[in-house]
């Protein structure tokens, strides 16, 4: 499969616009491969290096993969592609379901990382990870501790729940549109 690499300013506006309705964000560790549809994130400049920050909940599957191995793709839908994907990969949990199988999910070697891409999602950013930040929810604003972090919601939860997210900060070596 070729890829058009890309600058990723010049397509910041197709990534954030793209965010709010659902992204993948992509990891490996120990030999399983796992999406899991984010729809928060910030693409941006930290420490001179292009990076893309994703937001992981504690008791997630990708938590797990991602502190295994620091690495991850962002993968942003770009053209045609199955609305499906994005359902089955955020509302179904990765550790006892093949997601990548459920949602027919083909998957291309990186250029720089061991984490793949995804063909269907073609727009592709890869990121190694170059900081981590657990968020302190006591700093929140109350209405976002309530609304977002309720604690009466077991952290397993898919949407708002009780769980803080780490802050992933991945620098993006590598940006491309499969072809």
Partial sequence: MERKKIIVAEYAKNILEALPKGILLTSKADGRVNSMTIGWGTLGIDWSSPVF???VREHRFTRELLDKNPE????VPFGEYSKKILGICGSKCGRNLDKISEAGLTLVDS???SVP???ELPLTLECKIVYKQKQDLP????EYQSKFYPQDVDGSAVGANRDAHIAYYGEIVSAYILQ
């Avoid at 991850?72 to 993968?75: E, L």
């Avoid at 700093?139 to 109350?142: E, G, H, W």
């Fill in 53 to 55: 920050v994703a937001y």
């Fill in 72 to 75: 991850f793709t962002v993968n």
């Fill in 111 to 113: 250029e720089l990382i």
């Fill in 117 to 119: 891409a995804i063909k």
């Fill in 139 to 142: 700093s929140l604003i109350t």
